[in-house]
């Protein structure tokens, strides 16, 4: 147990709708990252925050969007969901900013599956 | 572009040796990280190279070298359970703007 939730395990809904997953770091981290892996795919990064501030972006589509509060939890929102969509989407956390091989502890992952 | 290159699949018995390696392009270059994902399972973190040379925990090693853009992870006295897909990692960029680009992993097979 890597001490980083997500909620839900799983997520099914139909193309077009909003969904949320939700992400509560390991206590005391203050970075969060987002990362989304398709079947058989590697990891693909979305989106970091730190201490509530974006601090890093991928290739996060324009539907989707990420914010995290003060008292450190994120959410992704999804929105206009499409097949495509359909993926692992894990959340992980650090304790530092982002720096040079800062371990990175990985969520168990939300998987959606859009109809 | 960025990109990073790993074998698809290796195979190997119970007891050996096995290496996989990994070579980056990159813009900025911070270092390479390994994570071991089990199927089914969340990836965890086993190693970290900022500078060239050999960094060994227990049963598993990793390699640097930054002239050749290339790494590796060995794993010794292999067991069933090693079994698993194995993703080195970069963070690509400088400070101001950096992204984290993962390989398409390595599906690794040990067989009894």
């Known amino acids: 147990d890597s001490g980083v939730t997500q909620t839900p395990k799983h997520l099914i809904t139909a193309t077009g709708q909003r969904v949320t997953l939700r992400c509560s770091p390991r206590?005391?981290?203050?970075?969060v990252y987002w990362y989304q892996q398709s079947l058989d795919q590697g990891l693909q990064f979305l989106i970091q925050?730190?201490?509530?501030?974006?601090?890093a972006k991928g290739n996060i589509l324009e539907r989707f969007s990420a914010q995290q509060f003060p008292d450190l939890h994120s959410e992704l929102n999804l929105s206009s969901l499409e097949l495509g969509d359909s993926a692992l989407y894990f959340c992980a956390s650090s304790s530092s900013g982002g720096g040079e091989g800062n371990e990175q502890f990985f969520g168990p992952g939300t998987r959606l599956t859009v109809l | 572009g960025q990109s990073l290159e790993q074998p698809s699949e290796v195979t190997a018995v119970e007891g050996a040796i096995v290496q996989i390696n990994c070579t980056y392009q990159?813009?900025?270059?911070?270092?390479l990280s390994w994570y071991q994902q089990h199927d089914g399972g969340a990836p965890t973190f086993l190693s970290y190279n900022a500078l060239d040379g050999l960094e060994e925990t227990g049963r598993f090693s990793s390699f640097l070298s930054r002239s050749d853009s290339y790494g590796y992870l060995l794993l010794q006295e292999l067991q069933m359970k090693d079994s698993a897909s194995y993703f080195c990692a970069v963070r690509d960029g400088d400070s101001g703007t950096y992204k984290y680009i993962f390989g398409t992993g390595t599906r690794l097979k040990v067989l009894a």
């Open positions: 925050y730190y201490n509530g501030e974006e601090r």
């Open positions: 990159t813009s900025g270059f911070y270092g």
């Open positions: 206590s005391g981290d203050l970075s």
